[in-house]
């Protein structure tokens, strides 16, 4: 079936950076789009990044671009996000998501979810 499995997290200081990924096994082809979604303590679940696997093509919500990066290696089976000058807000759950791809990857499906993995930034 398919999984996806997250890792990566853990502290950091304000500052800081971690490399967050998500092994995927069960696709049967190329064509999902996968995205990045946190949690902050008490706060819903926001959309952060997503990537197509075909393509590679991105999108990042709001003014994360330029601190956080994602990217795929599909030999690996992985999609990874680069996260750069960690700051208090971004401590969340983190989780990825997958769906068949529609296009841009902002518009897929999230029929498939990791059981997170927790970043926390913080002096």
């Known amino acids: 079936q398919l999984r996806l499995v997250e890792s990566g997290g853990g502290w950091v200081q304000p500052g800081g950076s971690l490399r967050l990924s998500c092994e995927y096994s069960g696709f049967t082809t190329k064509y999902y789009s996968i995205g990045w979604f946190r949690q902050p303590p008490g706060k819903e679940l926001e959309g952060v990044s997503c990537?197509?696997?075909?393509?590679?093509?991105?999108y990042y919500e709001g003014d994360l671009k330029g601190r956080f990066t994602i990217s795929r290696d599909n030999a690996k089976n992985t999609v990874y996000l680069q996260m750069n000058d960690l700051r208090p807000e971004d401590t969340a759950v983190y989780s990825c998501?997958?769906?068949?791809?529609?296009?841009?990857?902002?518009?897929?499906?999230?029929?498939?979810w990791g059981q997170g993995t927790r970043v926390t930034v913080s002096s």
């Open positions: 990537i197509n696997l075909s393509d590679g093509g991105t």
């Open positions: 998501a997958a769906g068949e791809e529609t296009g841009s990857c902002r518009e897929a499906g999230t029929d498939y």
